[in-house]
């Protein structure tokens, strides 16, 4: 498994590729912004009908990477629900997936501003996880340290000769981590953007998503 | 011939006209369902298109509205009006005349909806949005003809196929509706008319007198082309020169960057200072508009412009047309000859310069086929799948109705003759449901069946959803530029090309050099900048192949070996390259191996177009890379591909394999840009993306993910999906052109020609000075990344 090492608050982490986090000394792997069913909320909405594979193709890179850390504890950092309704509506066998994922580990629903409220599938939910040195909430809060946090679903680009990539990536200070969006229909807030200018600091990192991790100075 | 009545009688009389024949018969012919009229610019074509109308209406007892005139410019909608509104004001008829575009304000829409004028004039996308209003019966009742103009350039376009259902609902609403076309010059007249007439009604002819040929000839400059590239600045002294000897010069280029830096090359040797304007489709409006008004003004004494002038207003004046860079296309060229001299019977005057050496053969095999009036077209397909969706959303728009009927009246659109019942089905699927494999909306589909059986959409409200998405033009991401603090609009740029920019970066836009300076609220901010070497911005202009035809006829003029019409310089170098190794020729391929500089290359002269040329490329190296060939990247041109690589090909024959090529095809489509691209166009049209609009790209754009995403979620899990089957079948006909590599290898039927050569050839060397070599994908781009990340991370101190 290709991974990106570096500490937070002293805690040794670890970016995946894939845009999950995995900390090995707690065998805790973090995710955020799943938002399950955001193309059915489309489609009730009266818009597009998207393709209907997002939650199975998102559950299955989340297995993949469960079986690659072989984690004991999983958090989802918020929004894994696209609005409460799809929480609902999630089908039988995605209930089941999930449950399945669930067995014999510790499972924590963190709250998003999409899903803010009880989540009935198994598993713990906790507006916040403290976990020193680290604690784990949906939005980041200016002035906190040790902080992992979703919710603006980071991008970043970068010119290489002749082209430009635009991947979504993790940014990291000396204070803070937020992740980059799981979710497989989840669009980008690009780094550049000043919510996240001013957010991190002027050392920061982003650590780009793909089949290596990479990081580079985050893009301002 | 029938004689005129009166007002239209002492009216011509008064001018001293006389109606030309092709306007008689128009007029003697006016019954009919459907008639197309071919006549050269100049040739009173607006009016013959509109004198029945005026006759009909003159006894002012018709109610509502009675024409409809269509064209694919809004500039041109408002010209006619004017044109139109002289003629009937001076014969004092009861004739009330409006346009209908996307300027039009929201009053007037509304006006125009509750009370018809006569005579309206629209474009098909304003068009599309009237007959999805629930009171489309109401206001096109009575409705007798329809003209559509410049109906030659519709044709080929999406733009075409959505005007020819929406005239299929205006036939079922007006039954008694009879069509007219009006086209310029083309190659197979009798393909318009069955596009535009109801299927299958018959639609005659009328041929204008096309008038005398053209004066057309190569500019003969002192200095010849270069060896490659398109920017022709080697003839700015020699074009100069004709501005000078002329009135008014339209200088044509292919694409709109070449057209900025012939234009600012223009500038920095203009010394006379003669007025000379720019205008291209992405300039801003206003802009574009000051040109135009300055050259019917006659205050300008040149234009270099790309295909945004290729239809339109009649410029008057205009006495020489140059053509810079190969023409690709006869019938293009032809038609824009046909913009110099606006008088009828008067030849026009063109000059074709060439942009580089291999050009100059272009250019001769052009001229022949302007002689020969042996026009090109690539006959166009049946009507396009997104299209015929989004027309379905339209018809639910207006009201609730019967898949039956409307597939009826589908099929009586021209482009839709050939429908199948099992494609309609799978369209109508498509937009009730979503269409896909896992049938997961069935709580919330976008059109309903009622118990009647007719379909509805489940939520009235996303009427208003819809009709922001008609429309089959893509815009790409464009984002505005501008000058600093409130300065002026100066045009667009693709949101790719102002991502590369960082501030102090220089740039042409509307022959100006800017500064950039930095990008806010999704504008381009630029100040302006002297004397500096600017980038060249990337629009998102149109790239043409060159024609089939036009290809044959250069492979002939290979074959013949009369090289007299040819200057010096290029015939000595086809006489060099005959003697170190061939021609090419028809009935074979060429191919040519040759060590330069260290890598292996191969060069395969398939005159098969830019587009199939690069898709050779792409496949060629895939099947170098399964044999274990190493290559390294490629480049194509219209004419040949060139690919190097670490170990040398001895023998081609199995790369151009028809089945093997075929199958590669098949893998590589898969993870394509081109198709991502293709993909995003038709899922637009198709109504499963939104267009995104200005505010919401401003709000933020962690909502909205890119169409990338959708694609490979299809490809992966539903490749059969029907928007995946119109992608497909757009791309081997659009920018994967696999047609034409089918084209080129029927015609050599395995026959290649290998010569295994010491050094680079006279044919092959220009290729190597090409842009746009394309490096082999896969692990590349992440070496690409990594060494640019570990230099970024190094020049922050960080690594």
Known sequence: ?220 | MTPLPAPFSDWFAAKGWSLHPHQSQMLARRADPALLLIAPTGGGKTLAGFLPTLLELADGTHQGMHTLYVSPLKALAADIRRNLTGPVEQMALPIRIEDRTGDTTYTQKRRQRADPPHILLTTPESLALLVSYPDAPRIFAGLQRVVVDEIHALSESKRGDQLMLALARLQTLAPGLRRVGLSATVDDPAAIARFLARHPDDCAILQADPGPDPDIRMLVTDQPPPWSGGGAAYAIPAVLDQVRQHRTTLIFHNTRAQAEIFFHNLWLANDDALPIGIHHGSLDRAQRERVEAAMVAGQLRAIVCTGSLDLGLDWGDVDLVIQVGAPKNVKRLVQRIGRANHRYNAPSKALLVPANRFEVVECLAALEAVKAHDLDGDPRGPGPLDVLCQHILIAACAGPFDANALLAEFRSAGPYATLTRAQFDDCLDFVATGGYALRAYDRWQRLQQRPDGLWQLRDPRSAVLIRQNIGTIQDSDLLKVRMRGRGPALGEVEESFAASLTPGDTFLIGGQIVRYEGLREMTVEVSRDKGRKPKVATFSGTKFSTSTQLSHRILRLFQDGDFSALPDHTTDWLRLQADVSSLPEPGALLVETFPHDGRQHLCAYGFAGRNAQQTLGLLLTKRMEALNLAPLGFVATDYATLVWGLDPVTDPAPLFDPQALADGLEGWLRGNAVMKRTFRASATIAGLIQRSHQGQRKSGRQATFSSDILYDTLAKYDPDHLLLRITRDEAMRGLVDFGRIEEMLTRIQGRITHNILPRVTPLAAPLLLEVGKVPIQGTAQDRLLADEADRLMQAAGLA
């Not at chain 1, 409220?117 to 713990?124: E, R």
């Not at chain 1, 780094?191 to 301002?220: K, Q, V």
Request: neutral net charge; aromatic residues 6%; hydrophobic residues 40%.
């Open chain 1, 1 to 220: 498994m290709n991974v990106f090492d570096f500490t937070l608050a002293g805690a040794k982490l670890q970016a995946l590729g894939s845009g999950a986090l995995y900390w090995p000394d707690q065998r805790l792997l973090c995710v955020s912004d799943l938002h399950f069913g955001k193309a059915e909320r489309a489609a009730r909405h009266g818009g597009a009908q998207l393709p209907p594979y997002e939650t199975h193709d998102t559950l299955t890179r989340l297995e993949a990477d469960l079986a690659a850390t072989g984690a004991a504890t999983v958090v989802c950092l918020g929004d894994t629900f696209d609005d409460m309704t799809a929480l609902h509506e999630l089908t039988e066998a995605e209930a089941l997936w999930i449950a399945r994922l669930q067995a014999g580990r510790r499972w924590v629903w963190i709250e998003g501003n999409h899903d803010a409220g009880p989540i009935q599938l198994g598993g713990t939910h906790l507006a916040e996880l403290p976990l020193p040195p680290l604690a784990f909430r949906h939005i980041a809060r200016p002035g906190a340290s040790g902080e992992v946090s979703g919710h603006y679903h980071p991008k970043a680009r970068l010119r290489t000769r002749g082209q430009s990539l635009s991947r979504p990536c993790f940014l990291l200070d000396s204070d803070r981590l937020i992740l980059p969006a799981y979710g497989t229909f989840t669009g980008g807030l690009r780094s550049d953007n000043t919510a996240l200018s001013d957010l991190m600091r002027p050392e920061a990192l982003a650590i780009l998503t793909g089949a290596i991790p990479r990081p580079i100075p985050m893009p301002r």
